[in-house]
C-alpha cells in the first residue's frame, strides 16, 4: 500500500504532465481534441484530497485553469469548422463505404454538372496556319546533323578527378566514421543526456553544406552509428550517438523516417527560431 507522501509525489507529477500537455496544446495550436478532458479532471478529482498545503492547492488550481484553456479551445474548433461547413475524411470516407452502388451513382449524377463547349476554326485561324507552314524550311535543313566536337584523349591525375568530385578524397566508410566522431564529441559538448537536437548537429553556414550533413546523418542512422527520437508532442527531433556501431540485424520492423531540410528551415535555423 502507498504511503501519502509517496501518493502525493506521484499526484503531483501526474498534474504536471497535464499541464505540459496544455501548454503544448495552447501554444503550438495542435488540435485541442488530444487531450481527454474527462480522464484528466478525473485524475485532478483524485488527488484532491491529499493536498495539505497552498502550493499542492495551487498546482490543483493552475491544472484546472489549463484544461479550461483546452475545453475553450475546443469550442472555438468545433465552431470554426462548423461554420465553414468542415467535414472529417474519415467520417466522409465511412459514410461512401455503407452506400450501395445504386444510391452512389444517383448523387454523382445530381451533383455532376459536366461543361460542353463548342469549338470551330475560322478563316483567320486557317489562314494564320497556313503562313506558319509557308514560312517553315524544308526538314532538311532544319534537321541538319552537327558534326560532332572533337575532343582531345589525354590522362587525367586523382588530384583532378577529385576536384571534379569523380572521386572522393577518402573512402566512404572512412568519411562516415570521421563523421560519428564528430556526432560524439559535439554531443559530449553541446547535447544533453546523451543526445543533441538534430539542427543543431546537421546546421551548417551554408545550406548546400546542411543539405550534405542531413544525408550523412540518414547513414549514420541506417548503419547503426546513431539513432533517431522523435518527440512528435514537442516537436522536437534528437540525435544520439551509439557508443559502437550496432551492426546486428534488428528482429523489430524498421520504418522509413522522412526529415524534410528545406531552405525556410535552414534559414530559421540560422536566426535561431527553429529548435
Not at 12 to 31: F, M, V
Not at 55 to 71: G, K, M, N, P, Y
Not at 168 to 186: I, P, T, V
Amino acid at each position: 500500500m502507498q504511503s501519502k507522501k509517496t501518493r502525493r509525489n506521484i499526484g503531483r507529477e501526474k498534474l504536471r504532465q497535464i499541464i505540459e500537455a496544455c501548454k503544448s496544446i495552447e501554444e503550438r495550436a495542435l488540435d485541442p481534441f488530444l487531450i481527454d478532458i474527462g480522464e484528466n479532471i478525473a485524475t485532478a478529482k483524485q488527488y484532491l484530497p491529499d493536498w495539505e498545503i497552498p502550493e499542492d492547492l495551487c498546482l490543483d488550481a493552475e491544472t484546472i485553469h489549463h484544461l479550461a484553456s483546452v475545453v475553450k479551445l475546443q469550442g472555438d474548433w468545433v465552431k470554426h469548422r462548423s461554420t465553414s461547413l468542415y467535414t472529417d475524411p474519415f467520417l466522409l470516407s465511412e459514410k461512401i463505404a455503407k452506400l450501395d452502388r445504386v444510391d452512389l451513382a444517383r448523387i454523382f449524377l445530381q451533383v455532376w454538372h459536366p461543361t460542353v463547349e463548342l469549338e470551330q476554326i475560322s478563316l483567320h485561324s486557317i489562314a494564320e496556319a497556313m503562313r506558319y507552314w509557308e514560312d517553315l524550311l524544308p526538314l532538311s535543313e532544319r534537321w541538319k546533323e552537327n558534326a560532332p566536337a572533337e575532343a582531345e584523349i589525354g590522362v587525367a591525375t586523382r588530384e583532378e578527378l577529385v576536384e571534379q568530385k569523380i572521386l572522393r578524397e577518402q573512402a566512404f566508410s572512412e568519411e562516415l566514421e570521421g563523421f560519428w566522431h564528430e556526432l560524439q564529441a559535439k554531443t559530449e559538448k553541446n547535447g544533453m543526456d546523451g543526445k543533441i537536437r538534430y539542427w543543431d548537429f546537421i546546421g551548417a553556414e551554408t545550406y548546400e553544406e546542411t543539405v550534405n550533413r542531413a544525408f550523412m546523418t540518414s547513414f549514420l542512422i541506417t548503419y547503426g552509428y546513431a539513432t533517431l527520437e522523435i518527440y512528435p508532442l514537442e516537436e522536437q527531433t534528437f540525435i544520439k550517438p551509439n557508443k559502437e556501431p550496432q551492426t546486428k540485424t534488428s528482429k523489430k520492423q524498421l520504418i522509413s523516417i522522412p526529415i524534410a531540410v528545406t531552405i525556410e528551415d535552414w534559414t530559421k535555423w540560422k536566426r535561431g527560431e527553429l529548435e
